[in-house]
């Protein structure tokens, strides 16, 4: 016997799927969504939203007025010998854990009846004549439309031999990314970029008096670290003095970090076959431009339009995501590749400090307007 067929099954349950699942629930569809994980659980994420998607994630049912969440309104950036330069934050954002944000959303998700199956993984999803396959490893789900926001690197990224995945090493493709929650003495409005060999860490406060902390290195440090976590924080992290005075006097909350290897921010296809691709399975920009979170919701904001409209999917999704975040994409490529190395990040950072104008045009060619305006 045939199973049911869902309006949209949703491989991916990370803010670009939760939020699609949840625009698409309102509008009346039947929506499963697909989890690897269960609810709440910690990501390997910045932790800082871009203002963009305030009033977006209040209309999705998320009360963020009421949680009393750090506005953070300052940019500190230094270079890895501690040159500095701090700088307003124009548009501003603020600070919520993904362990919060990811739970909360798929509280409203599941309150709108999406069927959110966790601890679930998708071998495959393929066209079928009357719509689409989502293959578990002991059920396939029948669906109208199928959806792919997987997140950075996943089982079906292998699967597929997207063009990503191929890519030959380069300073684009060879990333591990580590996450921590601590306790430290730092403005709450402020969130800082503190640069080393081959790697950058970003802090910010988060709900309930923690901090984020979050950094970005190569595959090369961790191996000349003899691969410990605790000799790369040490000999190459805290090389950069204000990283030394933050592991010096921080309370880490959790045993061992979170951590994820091969990130890449090499282009992405945003379709495979006919299924479209959202958040970070469609592209990613460097976290050091502090706009991934709003990237994804902007996207999910985009699929939707497009899906309740109507409209050739393939062709408008492709152009309106193009209009949208490539130009993003391509400065984020570029400033990921001036960061990192010593000399050029430490030069890069003298240079911004004589022309702040600069600095602001580059802040804001990374973000974009207010979701749906």
């Excluded at 709440?40 to 009421?66: A, K, M, N, Q």
């Excluded at 600070?95 to 998708?122: C, H, M, Q």
Aim: charged share 25%.
């Amino acid at each position: 016997m045939k199973s049911k067929t869902y309006d949209i099954a949703i491989t991916g349950g990370g803010l670009a799927g939760l939020s699609l699942a949840i625009l698409q629930a309102k509008a009346g569809k039947s929506v499963v969504l697909f989890e690897k994980n269960s609810y709440p659980f910690h990501r390997v994420c910045g932790e800082y939203i871009s203002l963009e998607s305030w009033d977006f994630l209040e209309t999705l049912g998320l009360p963020l007025g009421e949680m009393k969440l750090p506005i953070i309104k300052k940019l500190i950036v230094t270079s890895p010998s501690g040159t500095e330069i701090h700088a307003p934050l124009d548009l501003g954002g603020f600070g919520i854990s993904r362990y919060k944000l990811d739970f909360e959303l798929a509280l409203i998700a599941k309150n709108l009846g999406v069927e959110i199956r966790e601890n679930t993984k998708v071998l495959d999803i393929k066209k079928s004549n009357d719509g689409f396959e989502t293959i578990l490893e002991n059920e396939t789900i029948h669906s109208e439309k199928a959806i792919g926001s997987f997140g950075k690197r996943a089982n079906l990224d292998i699967e597929w031999k997207r063009d990503f995945i191929s890519k030959n090493r380069t300073s684009l493709n060879q990333y591990i990314g580590v996450k921590y929650h601590i306790q430290t003495d730092f403005p709450l409005d402020t969130i800082a970029l503190h640069n080393f060999k081959d790697g950058y860490c970003g802090i910010s406060a988060i709900e309930n008096g923690q901090y984020c902390l979050c950094y970005m290195t190569t595959k090369k440090n961790l191996k000349v670290s003899n691969n410990s976590i605790e000799e790369l924080e040490k000999n190459i992290l805290s090389k950069n003095p204000y990283l030394a005075k933050i592991f010096a006097n921080s309370t880490k909350l959790w045993k061992n970090p979170e951590v994820i290897s091969q990130i890449s921010f090499e282009k992405k296809e945003k379709f495979f076959g006919d299924i479209p691709l959202v958040g970070d399975a469609s592209g990613m920009i460097a976290p050091l431009c502090g706009n991934g979170m709003s990237m994804a919701f902007h996207g999910a904001f985009m699929l939707n339009t497009i899906l309740e409209n109507e409209e050739n999917l393939n062709e408008n999704y492709q152009k309106i995501w193009k209009e949208n975040f490539a130009t993003r994409l391509w400065v984020g490529r570029m400033v990921q590749r001036l960061f990192g190395n010593t000399f050029t990040t430490d030069l890069l950072i003298r240079i911004l400090k004589t022309t702040p104008n600069l600095m602001q045009k580059i802040i804001k060619s990374t973000h974009g307007s207010k979701i749906g305006t």
